[in-house]
């Protein structure tokens, strides 16, 4: 259900006429997923780019974090499957 949301919105973002702007956030590591949202949207992808390290340390910072989950794992997962793209606009 959460994804079908996530489309509905998209494509209303897509095809919304008027819109000066709007932020999506989404956990795209992937040069394919920012690609089609950049093109779907037609816009630009700010990537907020943190090392490991910064991850993993703010991680263990938040008492409000799930304990359950395996942070770690989930982080270096996702810098794992991260792809560069020469358009995306870089925040450390």
């Given at each position: ?5 996530r ?5 209303y973002l ?7 702007t709007a932020w999506?956030?989404d ?10 949202l950049?093109?779907?949207l037609?816009?630009d992808?700010i990537l907020?780019?943190?090392t490991?390290e ?5 991680i ?5 974090r799930?304990?359950?989950?395996d ?7 996702w810098?794992?499957k991260?792809?560069?793209?020469h ?5 450390n």
């Open positions: 259900m959460a994804l079908s949301m489309d509905a919105a998209l494509s897509a095809t919304c006429r008027g819109l000066k999506v956030i956990t795209a590591a992937t040069l394919a997923r920012r690609t089609s950049r093109e779907q037609n816009a992808v907020l780019l943190p490991i910064t991850c993993i340390s703010r263990e910072n938040d008492q409000n799930d304990r359950t989950i942070w770690r794992r989930l982080i270096k997962e810098f794992s991260y792809e560069p793209h358009a995306d606009i870089i925040i």
